[in-house]
């Protein structure tokens, strides 16, 4: 991260997304409602939630959230 903040002559679109991948089963934990997602043979998750940040700081932010919506489906299950 340190060498794209020295870089100012180049633009970065930098995306995050966070899975679970469990009893042969995946789930997107960036979207709040529980969603199974399905491996397709070109090896591509398809609908699983790409989000972009900016800053590091908003990176974290988004694993946060998205570690609590993973706890908060294991306390409803």
Do not use: C, G
Not at 47 to 63: E, K
């Amino acid at each position: 991260m340190l060498w794209i903040v020295k870089v100012n002559s180049r633009e970065f679109l930098l995306r995050v997304s966070y899975m679970e991948i469990y009893n042969e089963e995946i789930n997107d934990l960036l979207a709040p409602e529980a969603q199974k997602l399905q491996i397709h043979e070109s090896a591509e998750v398809h609908r699983m939630t790409i989000a972009n940040f900016s800053n590091f700081q908003n990176a974290l932010s988004m694993v946060s959230a998205a570690i609590s919506i993973k706890l908060h489906r294991l306390e409803n299950s």
